[in-house]
């Protein structure tokens, strides 16, 4: 089996044995003593890579086309994913206040332009027994502008309200009726 299925077989059994322990019917996780499971040498990770034109064009039109999708505000959220670079938790936590729409002011040897942008500042993640939480990033590179294309800042304003409030999340639930 491979280095990645060994290790959740792992996972799991080291999860299984430490309730046992819970339950005072082991003394000890005998998993834990287990050597780390390494890949093979000379295997290399896949380096990431991004979607070809076609498999965006695929994605988004089933999104677009899906009715779960679609009541589930998927269209927008990776539309917003595509255009900007973010994480999943970092799209989540984006307020109305955030945002730059109109753009900040980026001069170049040759013109001034405004650039639309989206300061990252925090990120939501899930926490057993509290729910979702809200907390700024791990490390000062978490906290960072990040440019917008166009069809982003389009798709944005489309769905912006003017009675929204700026603390509220762009992408706070799948209705917009909360």
Known sequence: LAANTRRMV??????IMQQAVLHQVVAANPV??????ESPKGHKKTPPRGLTAEERRRLLAYVDSDKTAV??????????????GLRIGEICAVRWMDLDLDGIPVVSETDMRLVPVV?????VYPV???????HGGKTSM??????????VVA???????????????????????G
């Open 128 to 134: 057993k027994g509290r729910g979702l939480v809200v």
């Open 32 to 37: 834990r003593d287990l050597e780390r499971i």
């Open 155 to 177: 798709q944005l304003r489309a769905r912006l309200h003017a009675d929204d409030d700026p603390t509220w999340p762009v992408f706070a639930s799948a209705s917009r009726d």
């Open 10 to 15: 792992r996972a799991i059994v080291g999860g």
């Open 71 to 84: 009541r589930a505000d998927m269209p927008d959220l990776i539309r917003f994913a595509l255009g900007s």
């Open 119 to 123: 300061a990252v500042r925090q990120n």
């Open 142 to 151: 978490a906290l960072r502008i990040v440019p917008l294309p166009q069809f």
